[in-house]
């Protein structure tokens, strides 16, 4: 009776038997078992679930909290010993096929590349050649990259090994070089396009680069026709829709379309170097509520196809791989 | 799950993260890529079990929160995956998985676990985004771990039954 009560709880009414009490009870109490069991196998105990959620939260809250001395910060170096030479070592492997598909490019592609680089290249000397506010602006870039060369900085060539998913909604990559390389946080990097970030934190092999798309990244610009002054956000794209926000702290100065935007510097070059090409103009907004005007920046540099990239350094820097010189010399 | 199975499952999870750190981005559609990690944690929730995925949800999520080049707060990815991995978990039956079950749970996860992330962030004012952006990378992050469903969900999951075939019933 008791094995067929156990095998058909729930067609069992309680109380349906010839009237004994004790029966009664017996396939309620069945059924309170098998139900239990079956919940069993599915669902987590609860403690668990308590413990992991609140295991998450108060790392959130630690992370969070604290801020730059967070106590998290030596587990994220670590972490980053251990995965930064892996991730190195699996951006080497797949490099040699990222290239496949040029080898197929037809000679009608490779035409059509030649065909649109001298019509570009026909358009900028047209560019430099007609307007006077432009040979000065290429003046002020001389002054400004010599500016920086007086300085006394060098640059150390790194690769870009990993980058975040988009899926973390921030900007950030990993590159090749390291404190072994005479890296610390807070040190600008660029590539031959302009400005692409700044050195948030370093291992011995690699360091992360917060991308100045980061909806993060704030940086001091210059517009590079008025020498006016502004702060630089990023909107967190990628790719070729990426845009960055100039705020112009003047609001009677209206930046005109394609005016450069260079970087204003801090003091002692940390996290940003003078005179870094950052993007040009596409369009300005103002609006009366607002005291600052707003300029549209596209960045110089292409996001998504970062690849060979050089970190500022102190001119002299002990590294592990060749310097390049300001003076273009490799040491 | 003795020592060696869980370090076993630890460096599945390790490799997926190095995948979609180093190469994907590669072939990366708007800078989103496929979720391996949540692949990972998916597939131990359909054969094991919300108890043991949620476990490695924790664990994976902590790795995807420390390891370069992350900068966000830790402990978001973490809440995500534990999440699910509970999801997961809770799809399972006493029967095996059919296939549309399958990319069904790994929507879901996928939906699920992104959109935790992007409100954790919200709450935290990590990265001030526009609602409309990141309903687009979500969606786009669904039809990557969808797509990659059939390529890694089989792998896993028979590696996770041939590695503990007695407490598999699915």
């Known amino acids: ?331 | 799950m003795n020592p060696a199975r869980a370090a076993l499952t630890v460096a599945a999870v390790a490799v997926a993260l190095v995948l979609q750190v180093s190469v994907f981005p590669h072939v990366a559609w708007e800078g989103v890529v496929p979720n391996l990690v949540l692949l990972v944690v998916v597939a131990t929730g359909l054969v094991r079990g919300a108890q043991p995925a949620m476990l490695l949800g924790f664990v994976a999520g902590v790795l995807l929160d420390l390891a370069p080049p992350a900068d966000h707060v830790a402990g978001r990815w973490a809440l995500a995956l534990v999440v699910v991995g509970y999801v997961a978990g809770r799809v399972r039956q006493d029967v095996r998985p059919t296939v549309g079950s399958v990319v069904a749970t790994v929507a879901a996860s996928s939906f699920v676990g992104t959109s935790v992330f992007a409100l954790t962030g919200i709450v935290l004012r990590d990265p001030a985004l526009g609602v409309g952006e990141v309903l687009q990378v979500i969606a786009i992050g669904v039809l990557w771990d969808v797509v990659l469903t059939p390529f890694v969900l089989p792998v896993v999951m028979g590696a996770f039954r041939r590695l503990e075939p007695a407490r598999a019933t699915a």
Request: hydrophobic share 40%; charged share 25%.
């Open chain 1, 1 to 331: 009776m008791a094995v067929q009560l156990f095998e058909r709880p729930t067609r069992q009414q309680p109380g349906t038997g010839p009237g004994q009490p004790g029966r009664g009870n017996r396939p309620r109490e069945r059924r309170w078992r098998v139900t239990e069991r079956l919940e069993e196998r599915g669902r987590p105990s609860r403690s668990l679930v308590v413990a992991l959620v609140l295991a998450c939260l108060s790392l959130i809250t630690l992370d969070s909290a604290t801020g730059e001395d967070s106590p998290v910060e030596p587990v994220r170096r670590v972490v980053g010993e251990v995965f930064g030479p892996v991730e190195v070592g699996a951006a080497a492997v797949v490099r040699p096929f990222v290239a496949v598909p040029d080898w197929f490019r037809t000679h009608g592609d490779l035409r059509g590349d030649i065909g649109e680089l001298e019509a570009e290249n026909a358009r900028l000397r047209a560019e430099v050649n007609s307007a006077d506010y432009d040979r000065n602006r290429l003046a002020e870039y001389d002054g400004l990259t010599a500016a920086a060369g007086d300085l006394g900085y060098s640059l150390v060539p790194a690769r870009v090994v990993g980058l975040g998913p988009a899926q973390s909604f921030s900007s950030t990559v990993t590159i090749d070089a390291g404190s072994q390389s005479g890296l610390r946080p807070d040190m600008t990097v660029l590539n031959n396009d302009g400005l692409v970030g700044r050195v948030v934190r370093v291992t011995r092999t690699t360091a992360t680069v917060l991308l100045i798309v980061d909806p993060d990244s704030v940086v001091g610009g210059r517009v590079g026709s008025s020498m006016e002054l502004g702060s630089v956000r990023g909107r967190g794209q990628l790719g070729s829709t990426g845009r960055l926000d100039l705020e112009l702290i003047d609001e009677s100065d209206v930046p005109r379309q394609d005016d450069a935007v260079v970087t204003w510097g801090s003091e002692g070059g940390a996290p940003y170097v003078s005179g870094v090409p950052i993007g040009r103009v596409t369009a300005v907004y103002s609006s009366l509520r607002e005291t600052a005007q707003r300029a549209v920046i596209e960045p110089y540099v292409d996001f998504a196809a970062l690849d060979v990239v050089g970190v500022v350094v102190p001119s002299g820097t002990a590294s592990d791989r060749a310097v390049i010189e300001a003076d273009g010399s490799v040491r």
